[in-house]
């Protein structure tokens, strides 16, 4: 068990909708990632956020946006979702922004119909 | 821009032989070199890790070796096991020793490791 929840682990809905992912980071953990995962595109880095200030962007749609609050968990939000944004969504969290370890959660699994 | 290659996309050994996963980048500012197993249905687990002052790391039966001039760097398990039946995910970022840089990680696009008995 890494520590990191994420909820909820399966989501399923319709094209357009909106949809909010959490994530509760490691105990003690400021930093909190979002990845995508898919079949064709591997994990692709979409946010970073420590200790609630965004740090990093990757690609991220401007349809997502994420928001980390004071006590530390964060939030995916993916608005006017298509198709294509079926996936694995993934929150990762560390101790600090340099080398140390990135700890995933079990993901939640989008899938829009 | 895919600034981590990773090969092959699948792999199938035999239990008790060498299982090996390459990898190369391109961001000559990368200063850190993880590798992360990944079990269906669970993210990503920290396997081993590398600087790149290092040229070669190892931790059990798993070993990484890393080569700087080429920008390449594998993972090499030895003795698999059926156990070890998971994808394989090699990542890289910057800023790591240096101070200076994104530090979030680029993953390769894995490899999906299957040791049969």
């Known amino acids: 068990d890494s520590g990191v929840t994420q909820t909820p682990k399966h989501l399923i809905t319709a094209t357009g909708q909106r949809v909010t992912l959490r994530c509760s980071p490691r105990?003690?953990?400021?930093?909190v990632y979002w990845y995508q995962q898919s079949l064709d595109q591997g994990l692709q880095f979409l946010i970073q956020?420590?200790?609630?200030?965004?740090?990093a962007k990757g690609n991220i749609l401007e349809r997502f946006s994420a928001q980390q609050f004071p006590d530390l968990h964060s939030e995916l939000n993916l608005s006017s979702l298509e198709l294509g944004d079926s996936a694995l969504y993934f929150c990762?969290?560390?101790?600090?922004?340099?080398?140390?370890?990135?700890?995933f959660g079990n993901g939640t699994r989008l899938t829009v119909t | 821009q895919q600034q981590v290659k990773q090969s092959p996309q699948s792999l199938i050994v035999q239990k008790g032989g060498i299982s090996i996963i390459n990898c190369a980048y391109e961001n000559t500012a990368f200063d850190y070199f993880p590798w992360y197993q990944q079990f269906p249905g669970k993210g990503p687990a920290l396997l081993i890790a590398i600087r790149p002052d290092v040229s070669e790391k190892k931790e059990g039966r798993f070993t990484i070796s890393f080569n700087k001039s080429a920008k390449q760097f594998s993972l090499h398990i030895m003795d698999s096991q059926p156990g070890d039946s998971a994808t394989y995910f090699c990542?890289?970022?910057?800023?790591?020793?240096?101070?200076?840089?994104?530090?979030?990680?680029?993953f390769g696009k894995g490899t999906k490791l299957s040791v049969i008995p």
């Open positions: 990542a890289a970022s910057s800023g790591a020793y240096s101070g200076a840089g994104s530090y979030q990680l680029t």
């Open positions: 956020y420590y200790n609630g200030e965004e740090r």
């Open positions: 990762a969290s560390s101790v600090d922004l340099r080398n140390s370890p990135l700890h």
């Open positions: 105990s003690g953990d400021l930093s």
